[in-house]
């Protein structure tokens, strides 16, 4: 894979602009590792009662953050695989408080939820490396709007960012 450039407004919902916004410039596969390697070291030695922690009411705990973190990613993924391949089917959107409703985030461990993103990022990892330069700049639908695959790409690594800054201020920072 070549260096990947940075999509292009049109190329993704105006509402995933932030988190693209956030990516720095550079290979996005050494991006997407050194977030990996990043995060886990921010939750290195987190208690699991702080795993239960909630910052507010009907706000998720970090243990649920991090099971929505994962869950997003394999669903970017599938879409980035589809739309890469060259899938036209419309794909289905999903409801990210009906996914953490549906899971037991809160019965697992922080160890093995930090294990799950990081298999989850690998799994990405190795899909991103089989990828056409063609095959980025390839568009499709899911959720009712057009996407182009290296939109899907930067989305994943600009969610973890997110999340990660949203972790650190109010799930970390008491």
Known sequence: MSRLSRPEPSEY??????????VPDGNLPDILRSQLQATTALLEGITEE????????GKWSLKEVLGHMADTERIMSYRLLRIARGDTTNLPGFSEEAFVAGASFDQRTIAELVDELAVV???????????????????????????????LGYIIAGHELHHRSVIEERYLKI
């Open 13 to 22: 919902a105006s509402y995933f602009g932030q988190y693209v916004e956030l």
């Open 50 to 57: 702080r795993g239960s922690f909630r910052y507010a009411p």
């Open 121 to 151: 990022r690998q799994a990405t990892l190795s899909l991103l490396q089989g990828i056409q330069d063609e095959a980025w700049l390839r568009k499709g639908t899911a959720n009712n709007i057009e996407v182009s695959a290296r939109s």
